[in-house]
């Protein structure tokens, strides 16, 4: 209700507003669209979300298969609104699940969870307040609800299930959980209900064994796009460990406060990686699986809460967490397959805004992995995907077309937000450089690895290659007019090509093939591109398509209004962006809103945020109006 004096200046007025506006208590409307707007502060749907639920409150079974960050928990969550009873929400991350049921509660709703992390009395209270229907949302772990399944939840009046992660259920996934195996008997015990699975990641295999595992009824599948626009994708090849840790501190320089992750593949190199950085006055931490549970909860939790800028950490890291404001990612390594990488990279910019993303990789990993592999189960299997992973490393052509279509959708247009479309390859007749890398090796008996042949080709004058003997070679110095690094660059060309190879096992030497052969005959000719300018790449900013339209967005309202919420979050001991997600901050920083309805207008802000925090959030910005 709006009080409106007219008499009164219109500052006055806007304080007015702030006070005897905030919405009155109302009997929640059940429908989708005003749920959506009045508890989770959003305007529209993204695209299938509305079908999903329409398709659960009519009572039938779905499987949805959406990126991160694409917005599935919304898929049951509503529904769980409008029903009476309660949902049981089955997920094996025991820390998102505590975030999802705070995230719920900063909403107005009644959620609680059941895992291992609780203690008897807490497990007690959820017990009572569950059968006495006071809860809305109720999280439990695969291994709780086995065991509570035929005691108190028997008697909850369930109206619905989702079960969260559902491609751990799968042997053909790649985070099978056996505990997941006993869902199907609980399906069965609740023949009424309906079911919903959702999961980041399946291929048409695991689809198929998922459905049937969890014993899902005429479930209808829905495929959201995997295209996350607002990421950027970036990949650099064969960069030496030093200069690779040159790059990462100046692009974490750029990125000054900002979150971000990297990924590495030992964890000897996520402690390497952090104390560098850490030198240098950043503000990070190392995780893997080698530390004890009390030091990973505390790593993460100071991540979330933005206490710790920068994490490094073995892929162990992220699974369970919903930060929204993660700005970058960058791997360290090759990712083991493709997706594991989009997932991986999918933990940046869960809010829709702009977020970069960096893969380096060198073919050691590559040959690493495929030894791993080696060893392994699904030995096969993994190696393909290993393999893939490398193709699209290599790629020259627009990097989102490939890795959509690894996942079954095809762009029609480059995206215009990744590294080859920024700088596309210019291609050339590339026949006498390699000639001469070629002779190169050839005069060298094959025995000599890439710096070798590119200090014989440059001509240089040093110890190894006066020790070889190849100062004399006719090939020495043929190739002075090329750079050192341009040279890296053409021969891992000729490798990916299959003119040369390169021996892992005979210390790196490169080796013709019987193409190599071809083309050092002058009986065939090949093309090469000219290498990528990493200058060029520092400099350039990213292009983002189809970023939700955000006016100028002031960056000193922007730095207060983190502050307060940083505040808030303290008192009210939850992650900062549970009180308000980046994207909604920024949208404050912009709009300006002073009274309640320009405040509720704000994209993320419910009934509930507007009632807590709104009074807060709008001094701030008064105060910031009058002094600007
Ligand atoms: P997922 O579970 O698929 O990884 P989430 O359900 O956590 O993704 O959603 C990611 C983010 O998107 C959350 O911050 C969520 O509040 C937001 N979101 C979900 N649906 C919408 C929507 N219709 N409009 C705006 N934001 C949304
Ligand atoms: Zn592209």
Partial sequence: MKTTISHLPQEKQDELNRIVTVPEETPMDKNPQTLLKNVFGYDEFRPLQQEIIDRTLAGKDSFVLMPTGGGKSMCFQIPALCFDGITIVVSPLISLMKDQVQALQSHGIKAAFFNSSISPQEENDVITQATKGEIKLLYLSPEKLISVRNTWLQDLDIKLVAIDEAHCVSMWGHDFRPEYTQLKVFRNS?????FLALTATADKSARKDIEAQLGLKDSKLFISSFDRENLSIEVRGQVAKKKKLQEIEQFIE?????????????????????????EDGHSVAFYH????????????????????????????????????????????????????YYQEIGRAGRDGLPSETVLYYNMRDFVLYSQFADDGANSTMQKDKLSRMLQFAEAKSCRRKILLSYFGEHLTQDCGNCD????????????????????????MQEKEGITMLINVLRGSNNAEVNAGGYLQLKTYGVGKDVSFYDWRDYIIQLANQGLIEIMYSEGSALKISPIGRKVLKG???????????AKEKNSRKPKVMKVVNQGKVNADLFTELKKLRYSIARKVNVPAYIIFNDKSLKAMASE???????????SGVGMNKMKQYGGKFMDVISKFKTVA
């Fill in 289 to 340: 699986a080698g530390m004890n549970t009390e030091d990973r909860e505390r790593v993460q939790t100071e991540f979330i809460n933005d206490d710790t800028k920068i994490i490094v950490a073995t892929i162990a890291f992220g699974m369970g967490i919903d930060k929204s404001n993660v700005r970058w990612v960058i791997h360290y390594n090759l990712p083991k397959n493709l997706e594991g």
């Fill in 592 to 602: 300006l809103p002073v009274t309640a309805d320009q405040f509720l207008a704000i």
């Fill in 420 to 443: 080859v479309c920024h700088n596309p390859p210019k291609a050339f007749d590339g026949t006498l450089l390699a000639q001469k890398a070629l002779s190169g090796i050839a005069r």
């Fill in 190 to 194: 609740l023949p009424k209900v309906p």
């Fill in 523 to 533: 009986e065939q000719s090949i093309k090469m591109t000219l290498p990528i300018i």
């Fill in 254 to 278: 750029r990125k000054k406060n900002e979150s971000g992750i990297i990924y590495c593949l030992s964890r000897k190199n996520t402690e390497e990686v952090a104390d560098y950085l850490k």
